[in-house]
């Protein structure tokens, strides 16, 4: 048996004061264990895992003002109890939450917290339940964002949004000894009613900008045509004006020649 435990808690006992009362009771706890030895260790021992902590209470105090772990622990009978606190990463899932949107607008939005204790100790004397009061917190949180944000800006700001709702919960649970690691926002669900007219909207957006493209396409062609007809007509009137030209010429040459020779 390994004899810095019993050391290490007479030592947490002087830091904690417990006076002349608890002394006695740690006094009568420990011959308790004594003469019950060996059956005793196997109660008194505990084995805390390596992603647990456990947070011990000796008479009502915090042992040593710090949780305990991972490894064996001493627990001595009557007078020592403890709580197992699992520092692994939580997965919180927030159920569909009904909210009016800042542009009056009904909406359903359900979202996922990961977050993990990092401060057993504050998790255990600061709040009675710290999952339960994380998971309220976070539908509380979830609503009040997105109230202030309007149909469209949650649409579009989903990362932005979750961002910010993760560091309110951050700073709201630093007491409780919780670290927010992540929020997601899943599913953003609206109205049957809402749906239909923005897939109608869309598809009017759709049919006008078909309609542009169209009308664009058909001036060019026939900015096209039109440009192609002027450069035959060019072309034509070009060769017309040559052959005039070379008319008038070649006839002043003739007029240079007498008409009848002798």
Known sequence: MDL???????RGINKNQLGVCGWILFSLSLLLMIITFPISIWMCLKIIKEYERAVVFRLGRIQAGKAKGPGLILVLPCIDVFVKVDLRTVTCNIPPQEILTRDSVTTQVDGVVYYRIYSAVSAVANVNDVHQATFLLAQ???????????????????????????????????????????????DVRIPMQLQRSMAAEAEATREARARV????????????????????????????????????ISSKSFSFFPENFP
Do not use: F, M
Not at 4 to 10: A, D, E, H, V
Not at 142 to 169: C, D, M
């Open 140 to 186: 509380t949180t979830l609503r009040n964002v997105l109230g202030t944000q309007t149909l469209s800006q949650i649409l579009a700001g989903r990362e932005e949004i979750a961002h910010s709702i993760q560091t309110l919960l951050d700073d709201a649970t630093e007491l409780w000894g919780i670290r927010v690691a992540r929020v997601e926002i899943k």
């Open 213 to 248: 493209r169209a009308i664009l396409c058909y001036t060019w062609r026939e900015s096209c045509l039109l440009l192609r007809q002027t450069k035959t007509e060019i072309k034509w009137k070009t060769k017309v004006s040559q052959l005039n030209c070379y008319e008038r």
């Open 4 to 10: 810095s435990l019993p050391i290490n808690y007479i």
